[in-house]
C-alpha cells in the first residue's frame, strides 16, 4: 500500500507542503530584505556621507568619475576574486529546475556560499534578475527538508518541487506562474524539461490541491512578511488602458519592436559567450571587464543598472519626463546589458531585466505614437519576452497579474507573434 495514502502519512504530508511553501516564501522575501538595505546602504547611504547627491550621475569623492564606476568596478572585483577563491558559481533558472526535476532534489552542501554568490552582484547594481540564485538556494533548502522526512514516504522528496514552485510564486508574486513553471517547460524553452511527468504520485486533482496548497503558502507568507516587516519586491501593476483603433492599429508593429529587441538579447548572449570563452578561466578580468560595462551603461543611460523592479515603478510616474528616445534606448541596451553581465560572471536571472527591457521600450513608443501607454507597455514587454522565452503560456503566466483585463487580449497576441517568429539562424544554439 503507499504510504501516500495512509491518512495520517497524506495529512501530515499536506502538512509539511504548506509549511514547505511558508518556508520558501519567508526565505524569498528574506532574500529580497537584506538586497533592498543592503543596496539602500550602498547607493544611498555612502553617497550621501561622501556628498554625492545624485549617485546615478553626480561625480564621485574624487570629482572625475561618476560613482558607478566605484562601486561596480569593486563589485566586480569582489565577484571575480569570490568566483576564484571559492569557485561557487550559481546555476541560472531552467538549469535549477532541470536538475530539480530530473533528480527530485538540489544539492544542498553549499548554501552559505551560492546565497552570497547569488547576493553579491545584485547589491552593486547588477542589470540582472535574483531568480537564479535564489530558486537554487531555495530548492537546496527544501531538499534539505525532504531528505529529513522522506521515512514517511518517498513522496515527501518531492517538497523540494513544491517549495521551488513556490519561490517562484513569491518571487514574482504571480500564482499562475508559479502553478505552470513546472508543467509547461524551462524558463527558456527547454523542450526535453516539458517532456517528463511530474513525479508526484496523485491523482490530477489532488495534485492540483497539493500545488495550491505550496503557491498558497509561499505566496502568502511572504507578503504577510511584507506588510508586517516591509521589504520584498514584485512584479509592476498597471492600472487601466485603453484599447481603441489607434492601439490596434499600433499592435503588429509594436509586437515586432518588442521581438526585434529580444533577438537583441539573444545577440548579446552569443557574442559575450565568445568573449568569455576566449578569456578563459580568468573570473577576476572577466567580472571587472563586466562592472565596468555596467558603469559606462549606467552613467549613460541610469535605468539600465539593478533589476529594474523599482525602476519600473518609478516610470509608471515620470516617464513623461523622459525623451522617448531615452527610454527607446534604455530598453534595448538593458536586453544587451543583461545576458553579457550574466556570461562575464555577474551571474542571475534576466526575468526582473527584460521585463523592465518591454516597460521602459513601451513608454518610449508611447510617448512617439500617442498610443495608450499601458497597451504600449503590455505589448512591447509581452512580445519581447515571448523573443527570450520561447513560450507564450509561460510569458501569459508570468504577466497575467500587470496588465488589466483589456490588455491581456493583446499581450497573448503579442507574446504569439513574438515566439511564433523563428529566431535568425546566427542567434539560434
Not at 540564485?133 to 513522496?155: H, N
Request: proline share 6%; charged share 15%.
Amino acid at each position: 500500500m503507499d504510504n501516500l495514502a495512509k491518512p495520517k502519512n497524506r495529512a501530515l504530508f499536506l502538512v509539511s507542503v504548506a509549511v514547505t511553501g511558508a518556508f520558501a516564501g519567508a526565505a524569498v522575501w528574506l532574500f529580497f530584505f537584506a538586497m533592498e538595505h543592503g543596496i539602500d546602504y550602498l547607493w544611498t547611504e555612502i553617497p550621501h556621507m561622501l556628498g554625492v547627491a545624485s549617485p546615478e550621475l553626480a561625480s564621485g569623492p574624487f570629482g572625475f568619475l561618476p560613482y558607478p564606476f566605484f562601486v561596480c568596478l569593486l563589485g566586480g572585483l569582489l565577484i571575480g576574486l569570490y568566483e576564484k577563491m571559492t569557485g561557487t558559481k550559481t546555476d541560472d533558472l531552467n538549469q535549477v529546475m532541470v536538475k530539480v526535476k530530473r533528480d527530485g532534489r538540489y544539492p544542498y552542501d553549499n548554501l552559505g556560499k551560492l546565497s552570497l554568490a547569488a547576493l553579491l552582484p545584485l547589491l552593486f547594481g547588477g542589470s540582472i534578475g535574483p531568480e537564479a540564485g535564489l530558486t537554487g538556494v531555495i530548492a537546496g533548502l527544501c531538499s534539505w527538508v525532504g531528505d529529513r522526512m522522506c521515512r514517511f514516504g518517498a513522496e515527501f522528496r518531492q517538497l523540494t518541487l513544491l517549495g521551488t514552485q513556490a519561490a517562484l510564486t513569491a518571487l514574482f508574486t504571480a500564482p499562475v506562474f508559479g502553478f505552470v513553471a513546472p508543467l509547461a517547460g524551462s524558463a527558456d524553452g527547454d523542450e526535453g524539461f516539458a517532456s517528463d511527468e511530474i513525479a508526484i504520485k496523485l491523482p490530477k486533482a489532488q495534485k492540483t490541491v497539493v500545488y495550491g496548497i505550496a503557491i498558497a503558502g509561499g505566496l502568502g507568507t511572504y507578503l504577510l512578511l511584507g506588510q508586517l516587516v516591509g521589504g520584498g519586491m514584485g512584479m509592476p501593476r498597471f492600472e487601466s488602458a485603453e484599447v481603441g483603433n489607434l492601439e490596434l492599429t499600433w499592435l503588429i508593429p509594436l509586437s515586432l519592436i518588442g521581438t526585434i529587441c529580444g533577438w537583441l538579447y539573444f545577440v548579446s548572449e552569443h557574442a559575450s559567450e565568445a568573449l568569455s570563452h576566449a578569456i578563459g578561466e580568468r573570473p577576476v578580468v572577466k567580472a571587472m571587464l563586466a562592472g565596468l560595462a555596467l558603469a559606462i551603461c549606467g552613467t549613460v543611460l541610469p535605468y539600465t543598472m539593478f533589476a529594474g523592479e523599482t525602476q519600473a515603478d518609478v516610470l509608471m510616474e515620470t516617464y513623461m519626463t523622459i525623451p522617448a528616445g531615452v527610454l527607446i534606448a534604455t530598453g534595448l541596451v538593458k536586453a544587451v546589458l543583461t545576458p553579457a553581465l550574466i556570461n562575464m560572471g555577474w551571474r542571475g536571472g534576466h526575468f526582473f531585466p527584460v521585463i523592465f527591457s518591454g516597460v521602459s521600450l513601451g513608454y518610449g513608443l508611447a510617448i512617439l505614437t500617442g498610443a495608450d501607454p499601458v497597451f504600449c507597455v503590455a505589448v512591447c514587454t509581452a512580445s519581447t519576452m515571448g523573443a527570450v522565452m520561447r513560450q507564450p503560456i509561460m510569458v501569459v503566466g508570468l504577466l497575467l497579474m500587470c496588465f488589466p483585463l483589456k490588455g491581456i487580449v493583446c499581450m497573448i497576441i503579442a507574446a504569439v507573434i513574438a515566439a511564433g517568429i523563428p529566431l535568425p539562424k546566427p542567434l539560434r544554439k
